[in-house]
Nanobody, 119 residues
Framework: QVQLVESGGGLVQAGGSLRLSCGASGFILGINDMGWYRQALGEQRELVAAISSSGSTNSAASVKGRFTISRDNAKKTVYLQMNSLKPEDTGVYYC?????????????WGQGTQVTVSS
């Protein structure tokens, strides 16, 4: 059974930094795109940043220049380095990955990790 497990969330003051990690486990044949989404209270889930298997990245305009997504294919792990955090970055951050198994290819989600930025 494939699982995505996130870590690294927490409470930080505005201007601070956090690093999120998300590791995939299970019988995995390959991982294509990986990404981070976030959902603020009462809001829809939105894409924060994504990275392809070859390392191409894209990110939301609101985090450009502050957040950096990266991945370690050997460790099946994706990271999100978040700098210069703002109160509006507060929310639950979810890891997403398109994973290929013997059953085929589909999207998997982590359980979410809370990020709270105080002003």
């Amino acid at each position: 059974q494939v699982q995505l497990v996130e870590s690294g969330g927490g409470l930080v003051q505005a201007g601070g930094s956090l690093r999120l990690s998300c590791g995939a486990s299970g019988f995995i044949l390959g991982i294509n795109d990986m990404g981070w989404y976030r959902q603020a209270l009462g809001e829809q889930r939105e894409l924060v940043a994504a990275i392809s298997s070859s390392g191409s990245t894209n990110s939301a305009a609101s985090v450009k220049g502050r957040f950096t997504i990266s991945r370690d294919n050997a460790k099946k792990t994706v990271y999100l380095q978040m700098n210069s955090l703002k109160p509006e970055d507060t929310g639950v951050y979810y890891c997403n990955a398109r994973i290929r198994t013997l059953s085929g290819e589909r999207d998997y989600w982590g359980q979410g990790t809370q990020v709270t930025v105080s002003s």
